[in-house]
Structure formats: C-alpha cells, structure tokens
C-alpha cells in the first residue's frame, strides 16, 4: 500500500516540518485554492467573524498561523489604530502577506513574524485579540498551542477561533462535495493535489464545535461561545481570558 505523502502520524516535531514543507509548496496557489473549495466563502467567513468579535477599540491583534494575512488584513479595516500582528512558520506564504499590506498600503499597521504556534515569541499579556483562523488544525499539539495564545492574550481579552469539522450533519450535499469534487478541483489547480487532501482529513477528523469549546474552556477560558456558519461545516469559537 503506498504511504501518505503527508501523513499525521509523525512525532510532534515531524509534523511539524511536515506542515511547513506542505505550506511552502502551495503557497502559490494557496488563495485560490481556497476561493474554489470554500465556494469563495472563506473570505466572507473570516468577515463576518470579525463583525462578532468586534467591540471596543483593541490596540494589539495577534494572528496565529496567519498564512498569506488574509484575517489580519480584515483586522485593520475593523479596528481603527490597531496594531496586527501576523505569524507562521511558512516564509514563503508571509512573504505573499507582505506583498498583500504592501498593495493596500497598511505596512505600518501590520508586522509579519517566521515562528512557530507552539512557541509564540511574544511576552504574557500582550495582545487584546489573539485569534487562528483555520490554521489550529494543522498544529501538531491542539491544547499546547491554545495554551500560548492564552499565555500572550491580555486579562480581559478575547481568544477566537475559526475552524471547520465535517463531524457535524453539514448536508448530504455538502458533504458529498467536499469529500469528492474537492479532490478532483485540487488535482486540477493545485501542483501538490496531495496537500489538499490532506487538509481534507484534517476536516474530516477535526473536533467539532462542541468539543472544541470544551477544550477552550478546560484551559481556562470563560464565557465560550459559538457560532455556526452556513452550510454548518465552519464555526467560530469565542471566549475570554479571565
């Protein structure tokens, strides 16, 4: 039987090096491969997610995984002054983030930093906004990354995840789309389809908005909430540092 190109049973550092090296060969395409497999709701997603998470005037805005800088560009057209910050350990998909703030001419609200999840390189307390949009699910160790954005988050402050499971009933349809026409547009458009069936599983087999919640709450979060988007497969997950 051949053997995953990218498979989730590696060590922790494994997995790690395994993500980044997949990260890197997409990133070209990144994009675009997500506006085909979301329908182009994606965009809208990471939206509206902020439309609920906004209130107040936040100074400092961390996003974690933060890919090619789409959630942390949004950022700044909904929190006047803010300052963002965006990190990934994908070189080569920041430096697609960089040339985005550079054509919208925000470089000076939006700083990008190579690093890890599991290791957030700021001090305790620093942000007002730590949030991840659909990059926890490619972490190696859910509850260690979790555990640093509420390290460097602010007492007070809030922690927002976007995510996407397929463990809830999301539609005959929707499942029959993602499971098998979303395989045949990644052979078509991506020069690495056996990535995207890897994120793929990573929908397949990530918790679901219930248990995720749970999760954050064991951690130490308080008032956890959710919000299920349409058709059901992404949510978004809110909660407080106490």
């Known amino acids: ?76 057209d909904f929190y006047p002054g803010v300052k963002v910050f965006g990190i990934d350990f994908s070189e080569k998909m920041l430096s697609l983030a960089v040339r985005k703030v550079k054509k919208g001419g925000i470089s000076d609200s939006v700083t990008f930093i190579a690093g890890d999840a599991l290791f957030l390189p700021f001090r305790e307390g620093t942000f007002d906004i730590t949030a991840v949009a659909f990059g926890l699910r490619n972490v190696p160790n859910r509850e260690k990354a979790l555990m640093e954005m509420l390290r460097v988050t602010k007492k007070g402050g809030k922690i927002m995840v976007l995510e996407m499971s397929m463990k809830r009933d ?42 995720l919640k749970w999760e954050m709450e064991k951690i130490g979060l308080h008032s956890v909430k959710i919000h299920r988007f349409w058709p059901g497969i992404t949510y978004l997950i809110i909660g407080y540092k106490p």
């Open 170 to 211: 999301v539609g005959i349809i929707y499942r029959a789309y993602f499971r098998y026409l979303t395989p045949i547009i990644a052979k078509i458009f991506s020069e690495d389809p056996d990535a995207y069936l890897y994120l793929i599983d990573t929908v397949t087999s990530f918790p679901d908005s219930e248990e």
């Open 1 to 76: 039987m051949k053997e995953k190109k990218y498979s989730t049973s590696k060590t922790e550092r494994d997995y790690s090096q395994m993500v980044k090296y997949m990260f890197t060969r997409i990133s070209g395409r990144y994009d675009l491969m997500n506006r085909l497999l979301s329908f182009g709701r994606d965009i809208n997603w990471r939206r509206k997610s902020l439309e609920i998470l906004c209130s107040g005037e936040p100074k400092r805005f961390l996003d974690v995984a933060c890919g090619t800088g789409d959630l942390g560009i949004l950022a700044v």
